[in-house]
């Protein structure tokens, strides 16, 4: 025990006097969390053929970590380059607790030689405190800014997806050497100490976290971060209009503000990728079809384009805009429909109510009127029933008194007469029944009786 405290205490009196050959170097590391780190330790001439190792604190026997008479051994590994005199030590699956001192020592009789402190420094593998929010839609494109100091303008840069820095570089999609992978293209504008990054043809897959890196020389790579957020097409402004053939019709398109300077445009077709300009708000010397016409509005930040006679071919989906990148809300679409007339919609008219007003007026008068022409006609039928019963019961009077004069032909002249006065007493009261019936046939009647009478009575008087 009192060895082992004296060896320490040696160790310590080497370091603060500096018995070892030149002066010690202090090295800085720095790794990520999960990942690896590597420590490389220049040594003089004349101890190659020596015994190397990395060891912790004051580096007694339990605070070796590795020696080179063995490469590797749990999380490390160590590789002696004699040539370069460079001994190299590499720490795997770093944690908080791989931090601290280490020390690259060299065995030799007596005194160890160390030719260099180490610091390691081990930080959590994300990044960042503060990430820039971006936001684009599918098939469309978008840039990614990533400033960075003046320092590191000729240092390598990338851009790489998810938020691990341990593995960025390695799994970067493009780089400033580079330039451009596909649909990645890197460009770097020294002058202003930022360098861009454009993905084209967006895809809702494109949506997640990204890292902007400058690599150093030493220590960690500086990053920034951005997120991503691709949008489909499902939601967009968007409105249908319907014109008649041969008739005006006026589109508005509203913009952002901010775009009060930029080219206006409207075009057709299934998709804002694959459309035809049909008018613009800046030389419009190409334009084929006079029937459109442009009106930009600034103050209100909306545009309007007038087609001045619908045709049936106008009919179809345009797309109107500000921006030729189509960014969110730079765009309105437009599903327009085309038709030869204009049919009536509605099943309700004023007129329908006149004319049913009308109807029941004209049937409130022609019912009663009927009902009136009925009542009249079954009374004439009931008079002439009347008048003709009446006529019937004359008739069978008029037989009666033929009869019974039949029957007195004995009688005097005087009760002839006196028949007679009873006849006539018979007709007068018979014409009283009948006096608005048929006057001229009771005359008739009348006369006929009274010759019956007389041509008996003279037949009386023969005999």
Known sequence: ?????????????????????????????????????????????????????????????????????????????????????????????LSSRDAGKYWCGVTRTGTDYYPAEVKLDVVPDSCCDRSTKIQSYEKGSVSISCPYENSYQSNLKYICRGNRPSTCQQQAV???????????????????????????????????????????????????A???????????????????????????????PQHGTNRKFLCKGDHRHNCTDVVTSQNNSGQTDLRFTLIDDISSSSFSVTITELKAGDAGTYWCGSDSEWSAGNYTKIQLSVVETIRPQSTYTPDKTVKDASLFHSVVYIVPAVLLLILIFALVMVYKYKCHKVQGTEVNMNQKIIKDADREEVMDDADIYENQDVVVYSQQRTSKHQSTCHQYDDKRQQDSVYQNVTAKKKERTLH
């Open 1 to 93: 025990m009192k060895m082992w405290s004296l060896q320490n205490l040696l160790f310590i009196l080497c370091i603060a006097l500096s018995c070892v050959t030149g002066e010690a170097a202090v090295i800085h590391v720095s790794g990520y969390e999960g990942g690896d780190v590597h420590v490389s330790c220049r040594y003089d001439s004349g101890y190659e053929d020596y015994e190397k190792y990395l060891c912790r604190n004051d580096c007694g026997n339990s605070d070796v970590l590795i020696m080179t008479t063995a490469a590797k051994k749990d999380k490390y590994s160590i590789y002696d380059d004699k040539s370069k005199r460079v001994l190299t030590t590499t720490i795997s699956d």
């Open 226 to 256: 951005a997120e991503l957020e691709v949008k489909g097409w499902c939601c967009v402004k968007s409105n249908r209009l319907n014109g008649t053939v041969g008739h005006p019709l006026t589109m508005q398109c509203p913009y952002p």
């Open 174 to 224: 493009t780089t400033s050497d580079s330039k451009q992978n596909g649909r990645f293209t890197l460009t770097d504008n020294k002058a202003s100490r930022k360098f861009t990054v454009t993905i084209t043809r967006l895809t809702q897959k494109d949506s997640g976290s990204y890292l902007c890196g400058v690599h150093r020389d030493t220590g960690l790579d500086v990053f920034s």
